[in-house]
């Protein structure tokens, strides 16, 4: 039936004309289904294919890092940065990196980055410092999406890194004209396996590897430095750069090559971001010289993921004063523990007596070795794996900043700091883990729970230190958290306790995490 202004059914065509009744995976099997169907199909599959590769590459290419900062300073000298997938960061700012060359397969790519006011010509200050961590990240993810096609290698990657450092100077000085300070910075940035580097100033970035294995026994770590401490005057091009721009280079204290500018300043920082009183023209103050770069030194690694390099460690100048071979002693001692190795090299650097108003900021990133297990598992299998219930047995010290800093075992408040509780739990976890090497697990088939009975040195200390009331059960139940589940985990003790947790197979040490409750060290019995 139709009527004056109205249409014919005869005219109207559904999207199913033709295909009524017909089950989806028919019309695939004829090559029937419409085009619009099939390109969603196409897409979707795509789609999947894309975040399959995405996590096989997270799956072998993982790291572990974490931060600690120590120091009674008056403002935040240190600033630091940790994108673990700046892929991510890339998409929410809409900005399109490259995807061919070192950059195909998605390639995992994260930074670790630290900018220290410390590191400067003028004096500490906070300013330059906060500036370029909150404005690094668009400029680096700008200057890699401006990569030719065709140009995605190494040189192009170092490049965008020189570039922008150049650009975080300009921003200070140009954009910022409060901003009369200045600040050294150290960057790291992972594509898959290849290490970029960049460091400007007294910062200090380290490549920790492994040591040579002479039959039974392995020498200890190399620490190898990237920057190679250019806080001194120590290059020959940046002496010749000051003596051209007008500069003059005298002996100062403890042998540091030092020199001045027009306003009767000395300094002996040889590179830094900011500093406007060292930039001549570039800094807009009248009568000043340019005698200090921006430029940091570069590098590229191709990296032995866990097996020869094992970790990245990222430094503020008065960390760097410490010697990195006992940086590198305690990474191993520590070994896949961030937290627990970044705060005790910064705890170390904090106890010298010229750091005493110093601000030591460490951060520490562990190369995961390749599980290829990862890989192989369906991912039905891995959810499944995800979703079981672990048991834990734990250590936890409370201190002052907890939801409830008193002590149940011994029915007194808490006044500790969380420094300090971290620093007991440091030395705990490492009278543990040096047991844990003396003892022999049962060998051929896995250990059962039976095998990781409380040993002598864990009853002993969560006896003297847990201030929960697991501390007082009995026999092999001390300590012991029972059954968890996921969410139990999460809703209990929060989101980064519960992925910490799931990381360790039985028998192993957790490092140092932080809950509601306080910071706890912990071992997975089952």
Same mark, same amino acid.
Request: net charge positive.
């Given at each position: 039936?139709?009527?004056?202004?109205? *249409?014919? %059914?005869?005219?109207?065509?559904?999207?199913?004309?033709? !295909?009524?009744?017909?089950?989806?995976?028919?019309?695939?099997?004829?090559? @029937?289904?419409?085009?619009?169907?099939?390109?969603?199909?196409?897409? &979707?599959?795509?789609?999947?294919?894309?975040?399959?590769?995405?996590?096989?590459?997270?799956?072998?290419?993982?790291?572990?890092?974490?931060?600690?900062?120590?120091?009674?300073?008056?403002?935040?000298?240190?600033?630091?940065?940790?994108?673990?997938?700046?892929?991510?960061?890339?998409?929410?700012?809409?900005? *399109?990196?490259?995807?061919?060359?070192?950059?195909?397969?998605?390639?995992? +790519?994260?930074?670790?980055?630290?900018?220290?006011? @410390?590191?400067?010509?003028?004096?500490?200050?906070?300013?330059?410092?906060?500036?370029?961590?909150?404005?690094?990240?668009?400029?680096?993810?700008?200057?890699?999406?401006?990569?030719?096609?065709?140009?995605?290698?190494?040189?192009?990657?170092?490049?965008?890194?020189?570039?922008? !450092?150049?650009?975080?100077?300009?921003?200070?000085?140009?954009?910022?004209?409060?901003?009369?300070?200045?600040?050294?910075?150290?960057?790291?940035?992972?594509?898959?396996?290849? +290490?970029?580097?960049?460091?400007?100033? &007294?910062? =200090?970035?380290?490549?920790? =590897?492994?040591?040579?294995?002479?039959?039974?026994?392995?020498?200890?770590?190399?620490?190898?430095?990237?920057?190679?401490?250019?806080? /001194?005057?120590?290059?020959?091009?940046?002496?010749?750069?000051?003596?051209?721009?007008?500069?003059?280079?005298?002996?100062?204290?403890?042998? &540091?090559?030092?020199?001045?500018?027009?306003? %009767?300043?000395? #300094?002996?920082?040889?590179?830094?971001?900011?500093?406007?009183?060292?930039?001549?023209?570039?800094?807009? +103050?009248?009568?000043?010289?340019?005698?200090?770069?921006?430029?940091?030194?570069?590098?590229? #690694?191709?990296?032995?993921?866990?097996?020869?390099?094992?970790?990245?460690?990222?430094? *503020?100048?008065?960390?760097? @004063?410490?010697? #990195?071979?006992?940086?590198?002693?305690?990474?191993?001692? !520590?070994?896949?523990?961030?937290?627990?190795?970044?705060?005790?090299?910064? *705890?170390?650097?904090?106890?010298?007596?010229?750091?005493?108003?110093?601000?030591?900021? #460490?951060?520490?990133?562990?190369?995961?070795?390749?599980?290829?297990?990862?890989?192989?598992?369906?991912?039905?299998?891995?959810?499944?794996?995800?979703?079981? /219930?672990?048991?834990?047995?734990?250590?936890?010290?409370?201190?002052?900043?907890?939801?409830?800093? !008193?002590?149940?075992?011994?029915?007194?408040?808490? /006044?500790?700091?969380? @420094?300090?509780?971290?620093?007991?739990?440091?030395?705990?976890?490492?009278?543990?883990?040096?047991?844990? &090497?003396?003892?022999?697990?049962?060998?051929?088939?896995?250990?059962?729970?039976?095998?990781?009975?409380?040993?002598?040195?864990?009853?002993?200390?969560?006896?003297?230190?847990?201030?929960?009331?697991?501390?007082?059960?009995?026999?092999?139940?001390?300590?012991?958290?029972?059954?968890?589940?996921?969410?139990?985990?999460?809703?209990?003790?929060?989101?980064?306790? /519960?992925?910490?947790?799931?990381?360790?197979?039985?028998?192993?040490?957790?490092?140092?995490?932080?809950?509601?409750? %306080?910071?706890?060290?912990?071992?997975?019995?089952?």
């Amino acid at each position: 039936m139709s009527g004056g202004g109205g *249409s014919s %059914g005869q005219n109207f065509c559904s999207s199913n004309a033709g !295909f009524s009744g017909t089950p989806l995976w028919k019309l695939k099997q004829q090559g @029937q289904l419409p085009n619009h169907f099939q390109a969603a199909e196409e897409a &979707k599959a795509l789609q999947a294919q894309e975040q399959r590769e995405e996590e096989e590459a997270a799956a072998t290419l993982r790291v572990v890092v974490d931060a600690v900062s120590l120091g009674r300073v008056e403002y935040n000298l240190v600033r630091h940065l940790i994108v673990k997938d700046l892929r991510k960061v890339a998409a929410r700012s809409k900005i *399109s990196l490259p995807t061919t060359g070192l950059f195909e397969n998605k390639a995992p +790519l994260q930074l670790f980055a630290l900018f220290d006011g @410390q590191s400067s010509a003028e004096g500490p200050g906070p300013m330059a410092a906060e500036c370029c961590a909150k404005t690094l990240l668009p400029k680096l993810l700008r200057n890699m999406s401006a990569i030719p096609q065709g140009y995605e290698n190494a040189t192009f990657v170092k490049a965008c890194l020189k570039k922008a !450092f150049e650009d975080l100077d300009k921003e200070v000085l140009r954009n910022q004209p409060s901003i009369q300070d200045g600040c050294g910075g150290a960057v790291a940035l992972l594509v898959g396996e290849k +290490l970029f580097t960049a460091v400007c100033g &007294k910062c =200090e970035l380290v490549l920790i =590897e492994a040591g040579q294995r002479r039959g039974v026994k392995q020498d200890p770590c190399k620490a190898v430095s990237m920057g190679s401490h250019q806080g /001194s005057w120590s290059i020959p091009e940046d002496q010749k750069f000051l003596v051209d721009n007008g500069g003059m280079v005298f002996p100062g204290e403890n042998g &540091k090559l030092m020199t001045s500018n027009p306003q %009767g300043h000395t #300094t002996a920082v040889s590179r830094s971001i900011g500093d406007r009183a060292w930039k001549g023209s570039m800094g807009g +103050l009248p009568g000043s010289l340019k005698l200090v770069r921006s430029v940091p030194e570069t590098r590229y #690694t191709d990296l032995s993921w866990a097996e020869r390099h094992v970790a990245l460690m990222l430094t *503020s100048a008065p960390v760097s @004063q410490i010697p #990195t071979d006992q940086a590198s002693v305690t990474i191993a001692d !520590f070994e896949q523990k961030p937290r627990a190795a970044s705060g005790e090299i910064a *705890s170390r650097a904090a106890t010298v007596p010229q750091n005493g108003q110093a601000q030591c900021t #460490t951060i520490v990133a562990f190369f995961v070795p390749k599980d290829d297990k990862l890989i192989a598992e369906p991912a039905a299998k891995r959810m499944k794996k995800e979703a079981e /219930s672990v048991r834990l047995r734990h250590i936890v010290v409370r201190h002052q900043d907890c939801s409830s800093p !008193f002590d149940p075992v011994r029915n007194v408040p808490v /006044s500790r700091s969380a @420094q300090e509780a971290e620093a007991i739990l440091r030395q705990a976890l490492q009278e543990l883990i040096l047991e844990a &090497k003396t003892i022999k697990l049962p060998a051929g088939k896995k250990p059962s729970a039976a095998a990781f009975q409380p040993t002598p040195k864990f009853t002993s200390l969560c006896k003297e230190l847990s201030e929960c009331n697991t501390a007082q059960k009995g026999g092999g139940m001390i300590g012991d958290l029972g059954w968890l589940q996921p969410d139990e985990l999460k809703s209990r003790f929060g989101p980064a306790f /519960s992925e910490a947790a799931k990381m360790l197979n039985p028998g192993q040490w957790s490092d140092l995490a932080t809950s509601e409750m %306080g910071i706890h060290i912990f071992q997975r019995i089952a």
